[in-house]
């Protein structure tokens, strides 16, 4: 009698109705987490790019007219080209001697199922010289 539920135990394991059910929505859900993880990385690098040109060109505009609020809103227009709400970034000026800084900070986030929500701090720095500009040692902004 043992043997025999052994052999029935054996017959149970060997069929193979049904794997193929089980194999596919295993395949489903892996595909579709990498899938999702892609897009959010490759949205992440975009905003991550965007704010790295932003800053570069703030602080180019910054060395060039050593007008802070010029830089500024030289930020926000290249931020408003890459499609990033302005209200939601942090833009930093300042100076250092020659040396004209500008730094873009973003929150961005993301959900994953089942773990939840997650924040991303993704900034964006640039440094330049001020240049030597006679345009401006002439109107006395230096």
Do not use: H, W
């Not at 709400?85 to 020659?98: A, L, P, W």
């Amino acid at each position: 009698m043992k043997e025999v539920g052994n052999v029935k135990m054996f017959k149970l394991l060997k069929n193979n109705r049904g794997s193929v059910i089980v194999e596919v929505a295993v395949m489903f859900i892996t595909v579709t987490m990498l899938a999702t993880g892609y897009i959010y990385f490759t949205q992440f690098m975009r905003v991550k790019t965007a704010l790295k040109i932003a800053a570069k060109e703030g602080a180019r505009e910054y060395s060039i007219t050593n007008n802070p609020s010029k830089a500024r809103s030289r930020v926000m227009a290249e931020l408003s080209l890459a499609g990033i709400d302005s209200d939601t970034v942090d833009i930093s000026i300042s100076s250092d001697g020659k040396k004209r800084i500008v730094n873009v900070k973003a929150r961005d986030g993301f959900y994953i199922p089942f773990a939840g929500e997650y924040d991303l701090n993704l900034r964006g720095g640039a440094e330049f010289m001020l240049e030597e500009n006679p345009e401006i040692e002439e109107k006395g902004q230096l």
